[in-house]
């Protein structure tokens, strides 16, 4: 699976949009990209995940760009509840089937 | 629909010691995970099982971890004897197929402190 880069931490004020970046310069054609989250003392939650389309859901919106060596999720209003570390990462059917995470950036959402 | 379920939620041990830990998956799902993750850094995978059969383990420290998932729905981890490297929360994942398309559902883990 292609490696990930995130910035490590981010700041977004309560009710702004948050946008959180993520580059996968060496993604291939076959590979998805997913997000999950983790609030404190909890395990991991999917968010969302993409082929090529900008796909969007009840929690976010996820923006890859046209050469797929990029994407920005997006929580549209963030609350003091998104308050996270978020992991941007790409799976393919080429290798392991599990998740591979990096650090993640540490999102704190401020009153 | 009910998560993944794991226990207990938190341990201590003596380094030396042993110590067991516990998962019951989503019902349905076949594949389950067994991730560790150390404080700071995100979780990395120890073993998959598909149904009752391992998948990879590529990177689970043998000569101290092992795991079972005897009759392909609950899954045990046992770690003997423990050192103070092993201090970390566990977490248990499941999902439908494991498919590179499948959603991971994670348990809340289990945090073990070793002294």
């Known amino acids: 699976d292609a490696k990930t880069t995130q910035p490590p931490s981010m700041d977004c004020a309560e009710g702004r949009a948050a946008n959180l970046p993520c580059n996968h310069s060496?993604?291939?054609?076959?590979?998805?990209v997913y997000w999950y989250r983790q609030i404190h003392s909890q395990g991991p939650q999917y968010i969302i995940h993409?082929?090529?389309n900008n796909e969007t859901n009840e929690m976010a919106s996820l923006i890859i760009t046209e050469d797929r060596k990029s994407s920005t999720l997006i929580l549209p209003h963030a609350t003091l509840r998104d308050t996270a570390v978020y992991y941007c990462?790409?799976?393919?059917?080429?290798?392991?089937?599990?998740?591979?995470f990096g650090s993640g950036t540490r999102l704190q959402v401020q009153p | 629909e009910a998560g993944v379920a794991q226990s207990p939620r938190y341990k201590i041990i003596e380094k030396r010691q042993s110590v067991a830990f516990w998962c019951n998956p989503i019902?349905?799902?076949?594949?389950l995970y067994w991730y560790q993750q150390i404080l700071g850094q995100g979780p990395k995978l120890l073993i998959q099982?598909?149904?009752?059969?391992?998948?990879?383990d590529s990177q689970l420290p043998k000569d101290r971890f092992s795991a079972e998932r005897l009759k392909g729905v609950d899954s045990t981890l046992k770690i003997q004897p423990a050192k103070l490297e092993d201090s970390a929360v566990y977490l248990c994942?499941?999902?439908?197929?494991?498919?590179?398309?499948?959603?991971?559902?994670f348990g809340p883990g289990t945090r073990l402190t070793v002294l």
């Open positions: 994942a499941s999902s439908l197929q494991g498919s590179y398309t499948d959603t991971q559902y």
């Open positions: 060496t993604i291939s054609g076959n590979e998805y």
């Open positions: 993409g082929l090529k």
């Open positions: 990462i790409v799976r393919g059917n080429t290798g392991r089937r599990a998740l591979t």
């Open positions: 019902s349905g799902h076949a594949t």
């Open positions: 099982f598909q149904n009752n059969g391992v998948v990879d």
